[in-house]
């Protein structure tokens, strides 16, 4: 088992920042790729980032590039999104989740943390 708490979330202005974090615990160890994605009311849920542990290679969606930036701290065994020049359409709850060894998709998530983007 793998817990995941989400925290950063907030109220911000359009053009502001948010750095989430998303603290894992249990069997940490296992966790091969870890991801955040996203979900705006009465829309799917949406990917927006991820980190290979291992070889610490990164990607994102086209809506958040060159805007939010996902990092981890394995040590901490805590995982970052920092997000730039934040839109109202940014607006949504976020989701950390992982992806352990020999899992064929994310099998842990957090509970969400919402991210409001107004003036």
């Known amino acids: 088992q793998v817990q995941l708490v989400e925290s950063g979330g907030g109220l911000v202005r359009p053009g502001g920042s948010l750095r989430l974090s998303c603290a894992g615990s249990?069997?940490?160890?296992?966790?091969?790729?870890v991801g955040w994605f996203r979900q705006a009311p009465g829309k799917e849920r949406e990917f927006v980032a991820s980190s290979s542990r291992t070889g610490g290679s990164t990607t994102s969606a086209d809506s958040v590039k060159g805007r939010f930036t996902i990092s981890n701290d394995n040590a901490k065994i805590t995982v970052y999104l920092q997000m730039n020049s934040l839109k109202p359409e940014d607006k949504a709850v976020y989701y950390c989740a992982v992806r352990t060894m020999y899992a064929s998709d994310y099998n842990y998530w957090g509970q969400g943390t919402q991210v409001t983007v107004s003036s």
């Open positions: 249990g069997r940490a160890f296992s966790i091969s790729t």
